[in-house]
């Protein structure tokens, strides 16, 4: 799932301070599948403004709302009732339900609470770790199912780099906890389906464009007519 | 029916309520009573209440499964020649409407036929029958 965090509160309030009106609006898919963006959070976010603004006597904070996707354009309007007056609104959603809200909402600025930061899986109650870069081009059938690219520091194709000590990564010592070494893991995970045999494998010079390097990537499914 | 299904162990601590990040889950504390509420309209079924339910009490598994509920029943037009259905009437007439043109019934492996073999199935089963 998209994967977000809040800002700090001290960047949302720089964010929103020469406004009057505010309305802050949740998102309740992934971020909110995420505990940052949901109805929950919109709640919180409203009730922390307040208390921060709390001496500043022009602001009116809006009730806050939310969407079920603001990453979906022709929702908006239909599902969505803009209260009237508001003169920015703070989004709990992804950079991509930002940009949605913001396209919609031409004439009011439309300000992100939320750093999108990964794409992710939730490996404990409330933990949740990067596994996919989503680099267009999926090689984790050779990888174990272990993504070189997303959990790989160095991004290496035909790791591991040698700076790996008992599975974990040198960057552990700078990120301030174990960062499992994703060649490591790979070469275990082979070894459990017996497939080493890919690990030999060299793989060539990588294509990034289906990642993006050739620019922002746009997918359209062709729909079936029933006749 | 409910989709959300809270089993026996339930002791109404509200964790669930308290941490549901989609405001699907509401109280009220009425005379004697505590009512638990779920709203599946809200629910991301995101499972965080069955993950840090202290009494294993919510069981997931039935929203996951859930059941399909009918709502709607049409009637169904089928193909001339071999009696599959293919669409329903009204979608029928939707689309005659549109291309102002009558639609032949004929499901998408008759459709391509040259319209005389589709005569000729027609004819033999009429004077099969």
């Known amino acids: ?51 921060a603004f709390k001496e500043k ?51 009011i600025p439309v300000l992100p ?21 989503g680099c267009g081009d999926c090689v984790l059938g050779l990888t174990g199912g272990v993504c070189p690219i997303a959990r790989c520091a160095k991004k290496l194709f035909n790791g591991p780099c040698g700076g790996s000590t008992n599975g974990k990564c040198e960057i552990s010592i700078s990120m301030g906890h174990d960062v499992e070494c994703a060649w490591h893991l790979i070469v275990e995970r082979l070894k459990e389906l017996d497939k080493l045999d890919n690990y030999e494998k060299i793989s060539e010079i990588r294509n990034w464009i289906p990642g993006g390097a050739g620019g922002p990537r746009k997918l359209v499914h062709k729909g079936e007519t029933p006749f | 029916m409910s989709f959300f299904k809270v089993n026996e162990n339930c002791n109404g601590c509200l964790a669930c309520v308290k941490n549901c990040p989609a405001s699907a889950l509401n109280y009220f504390d009425q005379k004697d009573s505590r009512k638990i509420m779920h709203n599946m309209s809200l629910c991301a079924r995101c499972g965080h209440c069955w993950r840090i339910c202290p009494q294993d009490a919510i069981e997931f598994k039935v929203l996951l499964a859930g059941k399909f509920d009918l709502v709607k029943t049409l009637d169904l037009v089928h193909c001339r020649v071999c009696g599959e259905p293919i669409y329903t009437a009204s979608l029928g007439e939707t689309v005659s409407n549109d291309i102002q043109n009558s639609i032949e019934p004929l499901c998408p492996d008759h459709k391509g036929s040259e319209p005389i073999n589709v ?7 009429r004077t099969s029958q």
């Open chain 1, 1 to 51: 799932m998209i994967v977000g965090e809040h800002k700090p509160i001290e960047e949302i309030i720089e964010l929103v301070k020469d406004f009057s009106n505010i309305l802050v609006v949740g998102c309740q898919t992934c971020v909110a599948v995420s505990l940052t963006g949901g109805d929950r959070a919109a709640i919180s976010m409203t009730e922390a403004l307040a208390h």
């Open chain 1, 57 to 107: 006597t022009k602001l009116h904070l809006f009730e806050s709302t939310m969407l079920e996707r603001q990453c979906e354009k022709d929702w908006i309007k239909p599902f969505f009732d803009l209260p009237e007056g508001v003169d920015a609104i703070l989004s709990l959603a992804c950079g991509a339900g930002v940009q949605t809200m913001a396209d919609i909402f031409k004439g």
């Open chain 1, 113 to 133: 609470g939320l750093n999108t930061t990964f794409l992710g899986a939730q490996d404990q109650a409330g933990v949740f770790n990067e596994k996919c870069a």
């Open chain 2, 119 to 125: 005569w000729k199935k027609l004819a033999s089963k």
